[in-house]
């Protein structure tokens, strides 16, 4: 049992490019999420989905896009890298949804700098 | 106003001392509050969540006031391996979780 996986690790990007953060967990969980975190603001959501096919953003969605085609993955798209997304992003699943709460695990994190 | 505050730190103590967090949270309506512990360089991870009578586990005792909107934690007998970054966290509406920035903990030998 894996839990939350993230890759790549490490990514340096030019300004304008484009690529795709990848997250896989086998915990069978229907929520997942990405967040970004940034020195003194915390984790920010980027976007959510409560199960494949459904989506929805969170506080800061501009400039990211994601799908979720499989239970399983849930990738995040930066659409055209722009130094103010230069972060570490960190992708989250919990089982269910709703006012009861559901521990959220964790991915190891993906750190991003754009140039 | 930050939905969720914290103050930053450092919190530097010795071992064995006795320290405490405070977050204030200013959406009424919060549903459920929590404590999640971050390592240097490394993900979020549960440490307890905050029931409205506080709850205590081992070395560790969370506590929620509604009326004033602040949650706490409280350290006892603090441990080299307690340093780390305690990150309060409230949930609003559904699974949609908002953070704190942050109290950095330091524990010196």
């Known amino acids: 049992n894996a839990g939350v996986t993230q890759t790549p690790k490490f990514q340096v990007l030019k300004t304008g490019q484009s690529m795709t953060l990848q997250c896989a967990q086998d915990?069978?969980?229907?929520?997942m999420s990405w967040y970004r975190q940034d020195p003194g603001m915390g984790l920010r959501l980027i976007h959510y989905?409560?199960?494949?096919?459904?989506?929805d953003q969170g506080e800061v969605p501009n400039g990211y896009n994601v799908s979720r085609s499989t239970t399983e993955d849930f990738p995040l798209r930066l659409l055209s890298a722009a130094p103010s997304q230069t972060s570490v992003y960190f992708c989250?699943?919990?089982?269910?949804?709703?006012?009861?709460?559901?521990?959220?695990?964790f991915g190891p994190g993906t750190r991003l700098t754009v140039l | 106003r930050k939905e969720v505050e914290q103050d930053p730190g450092p919190f530097n103590v010795p071992e064995g001392a006795t320290v405490a967090f405070n977050c204030t949270y200013s959406?009424?309506?919060?549903?459920?509050f929590f404590w999640y512990r971050q390592d240097c360089r490394k993900e979020p991870k549960l440490l307890m969540s905050?029931?409205?009578s506080g709850n205590e586990d081992g070395r560790f005792t969370a506590q929620l006031n509604r009326a004033s909107q602040y949650i706490s934690l409280l350290i006892r007998d603090s441990k080299l391996s307690d340093s780390a970054t305690y990150l309060c966290?409230?949930?609003?509406?559904?699974?949609?979780?908002?953070f704190g920035g942050g109290t950095r903990l330091m524990v010196k030998p």
């Open positions: 966290v409230v949930n609003n509406a559904g699974n949609m979780l908002t």
């Open positions: 989250a699943s919990s089982h269910g949804q709703g006012s009861s709460y559901n521990e959220q695990f």
């Open positions: 959406n009424s309506a919060s549903q459920s």
């Open positions: 915990m069978n969980h229907e929520y």
């Open positions: 989905s409560v199960g494949a096919g459904i989506t």
């Open positions: 905050v029931y409205s």
